[in-house]
Structures are given as C-alpha cells and as structure tokens.
C-alpha cells in the first residue's frame, strides 16, 4: 500500500539559478531505476504532492532529485526553496514502467533526455544492466544552454570506463558548445546528423527510451516511426519507450 515517509533535505545543490538537485537521506529505499516517486510539502493549503524521477543509483542511501522551478508552478519552486534540514515528505514505493526492465532486447539502447528528463538515465547507467544488454549506449542531453548539461563528472566516469561501448551527446538549441550539436532533436534525427555523432543508427536493433518534454517526445517518436520504429507496449513489444514530465 502507498505510504509517505518523512524525511528531510540533506542538500540543495545548485547547478545555476533554475537547476538544482535535492538531496534527501533514505537508507533502504527501494526502487527499479527510472521509477519515481511522489514528493510533497506541507503548505496553508495542505500537503502538496508531484511526481519526481530518482536519478541516485538503486541502493544508494541518499536519493537524488533533479528539479527545475516552474514560473507559476504551484509545487515546484517551494521544493526548490528547500534548504538542509527541512522536511519533506517521499512517497513509498516507487512508481512507474519507464525502467529497463520493460524495454525488449537489442543492440543499441538510445536514452534520450529534454533538460530534467536525463534524471532516470543516470540511475539506469549506475546499474549493471545497460552496459549487459546492450553492445552500444547513447545518452543524448537536449538542453538550452551549457549551463543544464548537469553531472559531468559521472558522465565521464562512464565515458572512460566504457569507452567503446558508451557514447554521449548532448544537444545544446540557445549556444554554440564544443562537442554539443545544436538543432533540434527531431531535425538532428532527419538529418542523420545525430546517428553519425553517435555512431549509431535507428533500425530494428535499436530501443529508443525518450523522456522529459512532451513536443519533444511527439516529434521524434513520428521521426522514428518515419525510419520503422514502433512504440514499446507490453501486449505488443517494439522500440520507443516513452515517459512524459507534462501535458
Ligand atoms: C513521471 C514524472 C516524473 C517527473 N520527474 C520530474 C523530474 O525529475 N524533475 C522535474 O523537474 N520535474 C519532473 N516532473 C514534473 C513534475 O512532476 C511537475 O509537474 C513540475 O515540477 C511542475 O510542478 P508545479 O507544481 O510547479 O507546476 P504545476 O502547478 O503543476 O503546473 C505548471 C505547468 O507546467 C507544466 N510543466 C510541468 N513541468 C514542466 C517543465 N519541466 N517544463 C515546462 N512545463 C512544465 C505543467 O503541465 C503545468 O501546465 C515529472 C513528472 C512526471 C509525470
């Protein structure tokens, strides 16, 4: 049965003025990567509830929230407002099919994430699984400047331990950045200017993991589906596997 767990903040760390990660101690809390779960604060209006990717590694005692404040969000900006020590309430278990575990068998496994969106990669990168499954990872960051492109440092810790095997591209749309394309994912795709940065094609070897903004997710999922992708449904397996931040 769902139940809240009351824990507290153990660090806001702040990439830029609208990115931060929320850190919140829970030893023991379980959960398949790219799960979420649902994080809530007390107000005037009484407890105030949203769905939250983990990106922390399963078993990792400190979970991990990538957030950004949305200007007239009603949630959003309060949990950004959080500082070290305050309370905060998790919803227990975790939630949600956006997990590898539901993704079929193949040869290249695309994870593709719009800002917020990289969130249940870097849990699913953290585990054994992608690196057993696949012959070739690609981890595609859309963002608008250079500033979002958040957790370098794992990153490259994964870029040099499967240095053949794992490729990362990020996409930046309002900068010119080296190494970084800067077209649209849809456009990147049609182009095949990201299938040549990745060193990876879209075929029936590929499951494509799409995740974050809504257009984003529409417009490449009809891209794929130009190139003979099909969604991924438990009933019927295919190759996109989808989940949307919002409507
Ligand atoms: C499964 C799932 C996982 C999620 N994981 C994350 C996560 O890891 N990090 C994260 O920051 N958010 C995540 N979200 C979005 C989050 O749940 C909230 O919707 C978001 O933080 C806005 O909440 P709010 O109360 O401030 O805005 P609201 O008052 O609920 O609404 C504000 C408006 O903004 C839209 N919106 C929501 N998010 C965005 C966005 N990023 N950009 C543009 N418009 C948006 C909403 O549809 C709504 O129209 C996730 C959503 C889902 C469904």
Excluded at 151 to 173: C, D, K
């Amino acid at each position: 049965m769902a139940a809240w767990l009351q824990a507290q903040i153990t660090e806001n760390y702040r990439w830029h003025a609208k990115l931060c990660s929320l850190r919140v101690e829970l030893p023991g809390f379980e959960f398949t990567a790219g799960q979420f779960v649902r994080l809530a604060i007390e107000t005037s209006e009484g407890r105030m509830q949203r769905a939250y990717s983990l990106v922390n590694a399963p078993g990792d005692p400190q979970l991990d929230f990538l957030l950004t404040p949305m200007a007239d969000g009603k949630v959003s900006p309060r949990l950004h407002a959080l500082q070290a020590g305050d309370a905060i309430w998790v919803s227990q278990p975790a939630s949600g099919f956006f997990t590898l575990t539901e993704v079929p068998d193949g040869k290249v496994l695309w994870l593709i994430g719009t800002g917020t969106g990289i969130g249940p990669y870097l849990s699913m990168l953290a585990t054994a699984e992608p690196w057993q499954r696949f012959e070739r990872v690609v981890l595609v960051h859309g963002v608008r400047h250079a500033e979002d492109l958040v957790y370098p440092e794992l990153i490259q810790q994964w870029q040099q331990r499967y240095r053949q095997q794992f490729h990362y591209q990020p996409v930046v749309t309002r900068q010119q950045v080296d190494g970084a394309l800067s077209q649209r994912l849809p456009q990147l795709i049609q182009q095949h200017q990201l299938q040549d940065a990745a060193g990876a094609d879209f075929d029936q070897q590929s499951q494509v993991m799409l995740c974050g903004n809504p257009d984003m997710i529409k417009e490449v999922r009809a891209e794929l589906e130009q190139l003979g992708l099909q969604k991924n449904l438990r009933r019927a397996p295919g190759h996109i596997t989808v989940e949307q931040y919002w409507n």
